[in-house]
């Protein structure tokens, strides 16, 4: 019985024949449409009770912005090991490439598989929003983590830091390894990535506005697409374009950890600072050769289960997503839902020669 209400109620939203309904109806076992229980999306309930229990036997999948990327390998370990503990079944899937059309099919077919809960890192604000529409009639609860979309378009967003916090994190960093003086340029992800151009923007309104970078000048923003390849050309293309260029901003675990590579093997080593957004273990051989000095980074295990025990918490009625909702998050304690329905992890890491050792993701 548990974790079967979802499901039921999924399919007789989608059911057009009372023939079809009376049918699947028998097969379950006779659950009807107004069976009363925990379970229930955020979408169709008026209030939260708090005191709710999590429904076990509930669907996860997560969809990142393209797989084969680490951060998101370890987001989604955090996820499974919610959903484990939920005793939920757990699915990885998405595109290779970090495009908002290829994410489309993937979110179809969740819907059409009626999975629970949908988590969501999104390559466009906007282009989701349709198929997003459909699974949430359907009964999915969606919540977009890391990259969110139009907050009318998914149930919550657990965002890893304010954005402001890292915009103003990154700029620090950059402005602390080159004595606040001289060019520097961005390498982000793909162009229409919403928590990449958040941190842009906070960037950019910050050294206009900031005495402190009165000296620093944002000459260029490029795109690697969150592609190694791509990531690496356009560093290259960045240095060759701008010869007193003195420091790289890199938003994305994939730009900066090729733009790392690069300037290792190059003659800018040492000379053009790099920093941003990377993971440890990927940074690490870039510390040690003192190609990076600092960088920055939440936690993104605890990220991707934060986000399933978010989701989780709106299919039981835990939550629905209003502000001031409280739930426990298993292990990582007790959230708060904030305005718009947004649940922020925490603050983020800096990683140097200090503490790099200290960490595994
Ligand atoms: C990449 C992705 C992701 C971003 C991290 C920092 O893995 O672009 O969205 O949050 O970098």
Redesign the pocket.
Known sequence: MKGSKPMNRRRLTLLTTPILAAALLAGCGGTTQGDDDAGGGPAGDASADPNAEYETGLSFAMLP?SVN?P??DASSTGAEAAATALEGAFEYTGPSDASASSQVSYIDTLSQQATDVILL?ANDPNALCSSLEQARAGGSVVVTF??DVDSSCRDLFVS?VDSDEVGLALLEMAAEQIDATGEIAILS?TAN?T??NAWIEVMEAELESNPSYADMELVDVVYGD?EDEKSFSETQGLLQAHPDLKAIIS????GIAAAARYLSGSEFKGQVALTG?GTPNQMREFVNDGTVTEFA?WDPTALGELAAYTGAAAASGIITGAEGEVFTAGDLGEYTVGADGVVTLGPPTRFNADNIDDFDF
């Open positions: 912005k990327n951060y998101f890192s890391d990259s890893q992800a990535a928590n990449q969150d938003p994305t675990t994939v957004l980074l």
